[in-house]
């Protein structure tokens, strides 16, 4: 059977994407006309140091610049063109169709309210007439689905009552709530150790493996994009750097910074295997 224009058409296609903030001296570039695809289902990664833009990228995305920065350029998700969306039908997309886990769930997280009320709330913020008792179910179903253990008692339990292993399941099962269409992870393992960070990456994998929701992994480390991405997007201080599949960026890398990259991980396959093989008791 031959495919349809729609299902050969990128979930998201990024073209000449450009964040600039004024300053005294002019317009300050922080992502340079980037271009890039995400296929249905597909995985990528965008990698690079501090200061690289590939937040900034998933903030344009999202509609969550801060004030002040101009975008230009197209961001079309299934076949939409998000830059013309005005605010109100920007909102009924974000979070509901492209769903952000961000790295500090601490922050990201009402110290005030339980995990699931949080979740239930946001869940019924997208949805017209689901009750409190249904959107609680929705929740611990959610948390349940991330392998947060004995989730009809813990979605009771507020933030600090989690580890930050846990706090990240919590904002996962938020984001899968929504049953969203593409996924943008910033720096998710980031303040994790070995252990945990390999639990969160199995996570986010066997979440788009089961739902066919595209993902957008962000992230300074390569050992950690590698376990998840089928392509890669490489940044440096705003401009794009090298991009292709994962296999080719990391077996055959073509720009001296990619390699130096790299060459910052010089036991690459040694960590993908700590990474691949490391278990230890669930975190609570």
Known sequence: MTAS??????????????VA?????????????????????????????????KSMTSLAIMGLLPKGAERTGSIEFDGAE??????????????????MVFQDPLSSLNPYYTVGTQIAEAYRSHRTGVTRRQARR???EA???????????????YPHQFSGGMRQRVMIAMTLSMEPDLIIADEPTTALDVTVQAQILDLLAEIRRDTGAGLILITHDLAVVSEVADHLVVMREGDLVEQGTAERVFC???EPYTRMLLDAVPRIDDEIGLLKTTTAEEDR
């Open 252 to 254: 055959d890398p073509r």
């Open 5 to 18: 224009h729609e299902d050969e058409r990128p979930l998201l296609r990024v073209r000449g994407l450009t």
């Open 143 to 157: 948390m349940e689905r991330v392998h947060i253990r004995d989730a009809a008692r813990r979605v009771d339990h």
């Open 138 to 140: 929705v929740a611990i």
């Open 82 to 99: 998000l830059t013309a969306l005005k605010e109100r039908e920007m909102q009924a997309v974000r979070g509901d169709r492209i769903a």
């Open 21 to 53: 903030f004024p300053t005294a001296a002019g317009a300050t570039e922080v992502v340079k006309s980037l271009d890039f695809d995400l296929a249905r289902g597909g995985a990528l990664g965008i990698v690079g140091e501090s200061g690289s833009g």
